[in-house]
DNA sequence: CAGCGACGGTACGGTTGCGTCCCGACGTGT
DNA sequence: ACACGTCGGGACGCAACCGTACCGTCGCTG
């Protein structure tokens, strides 16, 4: 992992891995018949673990933690280069995608689906909520911030962001937004409300 | 740029770029010194490009214009091939970190500049907004939805996501927000103000 | 037309990585 | 002690790529 972290999955080499573990090739390759195999099970072993998020009462108590727990795992400098590193090289390689689909992405429908459906049963979230939509807004803004613009992220910010979450989950899952017609590259709108529910 | 997208940037070769180009490797290098100069030209030309972002009269609207905007160009396969393979390899590499930093993060913050003091001016966000968390709020779940988990958006669904997401903002920018004891995003559909102070 | 400079292409040595072959080391059973 | 199977390591042939040296071509200019 830190081989695939330092170069990167387009230029790992099985003579690094082998030279970085202080075996010889021969030792790989009798494990693993190429590199596509070595990088799909490490990152099943590593990715594939489930984990229960914990209820903590409310909508917002559960983003925050699931918010701690996302920032402790991107926080890792291995994870944090790894990861977006295999999302961008998945695009290529149908392999790596449907492995980081059955390990990433399902584990976070999964507990995105948690998380939303006692929100739903909460009454907090209407009952018709795209679990899709949700996942974007939960998981986008602390991806971005950690993964692709690396800026750090204080704990003590994470109530503010489960917060802004939340408020986005509770207008996303409103049936429809009525206002909005077609002016919209036209210019000037006279305002008329922002809330029109 | 079809090269790049076709193998990523670790993979990248002079060679093959000139085959593809048609021409020798001379002609390349003749133009570029290596291809670390190659690929940092290429971006800074594609997504060097500043736009106004049209003032629509509201957030919501402004928020729709920037999604269109951004679902456009993250649509193109070959954007959606290169942004996320530049943004991994530009962890590893200082170079391609300050100029994707120069042409497409600087880039966002001026467009995420102008949107929330718009919105400031129109007193729908508060004075204190940090730019950096409505940045985040503002291209993480679109970022998340089109490069990362590349599933498709339908246009329609844009509104929803704006109105989602200038509901984060409008929480984000909240002087503070007291944790635990009080539930009153628990139940409440915040919807009824448009301006904190 | 001759000279000149820019340009593009081919060919070359050197490096790196792949995948395989063969050999020695080690432990085990007879 | 000896045969045997397993394991790891060094070495090999092969292919891709790098960066450069050399050479032919083209267009301009005197």
């Known amino acids: 992992m830190q ?17 970085r573990a202080g075996v010889s090739k021969t030792a790989v390759y009798r494990r693993w018949r190429s590199k596509l195999e070595l990088v799909l099970e490490i990152v099943s072993a590593a990715a594939g673990q489930r984990f229960p998020l914990p209820d903590t009462g409310d909508l917002r108590g559960d983003l925050e933690m699931l918010f701690l727990i996302m920032t402790r795992a991107l926080g890792h400098p291995l994870a944090a280069q790894i990861i977006p590193d295999l999302l961008a090289e998945a695009a290529r390689n149908p392999q790596i995608a449907q492995t980081l689909q059955g390990a990433l992405r399902s584990n976070q429908r999964d507990i995105g689906g948690q998380l939303i459906g006692r929100a739903i049963a909460r009454g907090e979230l209407g009952p018709d909520t795209d679990v899709d939509v949700a996942v974007d807004l939960i998981v986008g803004p602390l991806y971005w911030r950690l993964a692709v613009a690396r800026a750090p992220l204080a704990v003590e910010d994470l109530p503010r962001l489960a917060a802004a979450v939340a408020a986005a989950l509770e207008v996303a899952c409103l049936p429809s937004v009525p206002d909005e017609p077609d002016v919209r590259l036209s210019g000037v709108v006279p305002m008329a409300d922002s809330g029109g529910s």
């Open 3 to 19: 081989e695939l972290a330092a170069v990167g999955y387009g230029r790992l080499s099985i003579e690094a891995v082998a030279r």
